[in-house]
T-cell receptor, first 114, second 113 residues
Framework: KNQVEQSPQSLIILEGKNCTLQ??????????LRWYKQDTGRGPVSLTI?????NTKSNGRYTATLDADTKQSSLHITASQLSDSASYIC?????????????FGGGTRLMVKP | KAGVTQTPRYLIKTRGQQVTLSCSPI?????VSWYQQTPGQGLQFLFE???????NKGNFPGRFSGRQFSNSRSEMNVSTLELGDSALYLC????????????FGSGTQLSVL
């Protein structure tokens, strides 16, 4: 069964600090891994998409890494801001022939305090 | 370019009723997918439509159904509502490639009493 596990479940950091969120997956076959940011009451917004051949991708203060051998990904947030308070969801696509089957992680809830 | 639009934003229904939710994708996007999000289960894939055809279906009972129109707009229907159907229902659209990012709407918050 395809699974995506995220850790920690929740995290509190002070504004200006860095943090790293983890994602482990058992999805086969693998097509791509995505990180989304979801503000409370809103739909998720895409941060990064990485395919098998990519091991790092940045989007402003967000940097995602992918180790396809160990099936692990991380999302590093640099110099956190209050607006980074949100849930961060790791999503893996199995790239099946039928289309785009996505498996979602449970998310990490990040709170940035002043 | 307008984003993904979902209506209504909030909905309150009682057990046994049925509900229809609507989703208008980004102009030019032909793929629309639906998701259920609850605090306990997180985000779960319901189904995906492409050019009016259902391409994928998640593990949900037959009470959950959908369709897509020729203009790519999509509707999702839930019949015989149960308390456990209370959730945020999100739709997303994307371009042609399965590697393209999904653009989500703000969702419909459904409460079943």
């Amino acid at each position: 069964k395809n699974q995506v596990e995220q850790s920690p479940q929740s995290l509190i950091i002070l504004e200006g600090k860095n943090c790293t969120l983890q994602c482990n997956y058992t999805v086969s076959p693998f097509s791509n891994l995505r990180w989304y940011k979801q503000d409370t009451g809103r739909g998720p917004v895409s941060l990064t998409i990485m395919t098998f051949s990519e091991n790092t991708k940045s989007n402003g203060r967000y940097t995602a890494t992918l180790d396809a051998d160990t099936k692990q990904s991380s999302l590093h947030i640099t110099a956190s801001q209050l607006s980074d308070s949100a849930s961060y969801i790791c999503v893996v696509s199995d790239g099946g022939t039928a289309g785009n089957m996505l498996t979602f992680g449970g998310g990490t809830r990040l709170m940035v305090k002043p | 370019k307008a984003g993904v639009t979902q209506t209504p934003r909030y909905l309150i229904k009682t057990r046994g009723q049925q509900v229809t939710l609507s989703c208008s994708p980004i102009s030019g996007h032909r793929s629309v997918s639906w998701y259920q999000q609850t605090p306990g289960q997180g985000l779960q894939f319901l189904f995906e439509y492409f050019s009016e055809t259902q391409r994928n279906k998640g593990n949900f009972p037959g009470r959950f159904s959908g369709r897509q129109f020729s203009n790519s707009r999509s509707e999702m229907n839930v019949s015989t509502l149960e308390l456990g159907d209370s959730a945020l229902y999100l739709c997303a659209s994307r371009g042609l490639s399965t590697n393209e990012k999904l653009f989500f709407g703000s969702g419909t918050q459904l409460s079943v009493l």
